[in-house]
């Protein structure tokens, strides 16, 4: 079956650098758009980024300039490079796969098949 597992978070202080990863297996990774998604607690989840098969990429205007969305579709495993980290930025982050990644809907959770369980980033003030 498919599988997303989320790794590299954990916590840093504001301003400080975190990359997550997220390994894939049981689809044909290169076939998909990848997106990551966060939830704080209280707040729904948000979009903040993706990258489409052809390496297009989309952000949240939060993270624009800051964060960095990549794939390696040799090691089925999409990136987020996360810099200059706010408190704001705290959350559990989640990526995501899309099969079928509608022109300007990057960002709603429904286009999205397969979900990771998520991992937490803490940013100390």
């Known amino acids: 079956q498919v599988q997303l597992v989320e790794s590299g978070g954990g916590l840093v202080q504001a301003g400080g650098s975190l990359k997550l990863s997220c390994a894939a297996s049981?689809?044909?990774?290169?076939?998909?758009?990848m997106g990551w998604f966060r939830q704080a607690p209280g707040k729904e989840r948000e979009f903040v980024a993706a990258?489409?098969?052809?390496?297009?990429?989309y952000y949240t205007d939060s993270v624009k300039g800051r964060f960095t969305i990549s794939r390696d579709n040799a090691k089925n495993t999409v990136y987020l490079q996360m810099n200059s980290l706010k408190p704001e930025d705290a959350a559990v982050y989640y990526c995501?796969?899309?099969?079928?990644?509608?022109?300007?809907?990057?960002?709603?959770?429904?286009?999205?098949?397969?979900w990771g369980q998520g991992t937490q980033v803490t940013v100390s003030s």
């Open positions: 995501a796969a899309a099969y079928e990644l509608q022109l300007g809907a990057f960002s709603a959770e429904a286009q999205y098949d397969y």
């Open positions: 049981g689809l044909t990774f290169r076939d998909y758009a």
């Open positions: 990258i489409r098969r052809s390496r297009a990429t």
